[in-house]
């Protein structure tokens, strides 16, 4: 089964890949590596999901939150790719940021809502390394971001 045909089977609606607002690009490739800019959690409406885990929101709040920034990473993997999934090899790493409140202890919980999409969309190709930190605010006052890198064929 194709990544797309396992996007199709899951139901999962990408959202736009949106262009970058500051001086940088919002992928790169270098050689076969393509990193992706860290992408914030924005809902399904365009929103920004805001807050700190731990205090406005929960860890399954953070979670979902975590799942939307990894759709909006493969958005982004899609467009550099020319729309052709097929082109990637593997998912190499992820890179979690939580806004999260001093006492919060689950930043990998939250991250894992990353990590779940990306595994169910690309397989044992989406099994990667992951660092998932706790920080103590992120742009625009945002829950979570994370960026990636991956591995074209």
């Known amino acids: 089964m194709s990544y797309e045909e396992k996007i199709d089977e899951l139901n999962i609606i990408l959202p736009e890949a949106k262009s970058p607002v500051g001086n940088y690009v919002a992928t790169k490739i270098s050689g076969k590596m393509l990193f992706i800019s860290g992408q914030i959690?924005?809902?399904?409406n365009g929103q920004l999901i805001k807050g700190k885990?731990?205090?406005d929101l929960d860890t399954e709040?953070?979670?979902n939150a975590a799942k939307r920034c990894a759709l909006s990473i493969i958005a982004q993997v899609k467009k550099a790719c020319g729309n052709d999934l097929s082109k990637?090899?593997?998912c190499v790493k992820l890179t979690g940021f939580v806004n999260s409140s001093e006492d919060f202890i689950d930043q990998p919980k939250v991250i894992n809502g990353a990590s779940d999409l990306i595994a169910s969309?690309?397989?044992?190709e989406g099994m990667h390394a992951r660092a998932a930190v706790s920080t103590n605010s992120l742009p625009l006052g945002v829950s979570v971001e994370v960026d990636?890198?991956?591995e074209l064929k």
């Open 88 to 90: 990637i090899k593997s």
């Open 53 to 55: 885990i731990g205090k």
């Open 148 to 150: 990636a890198i991956f």
């Open 121 to 124: 969309i690309f397989g044992n």
């Open 61 to 63: 709040a953070g979670y």
């Open 41 to 44: 959690s924005i809902d399904e």
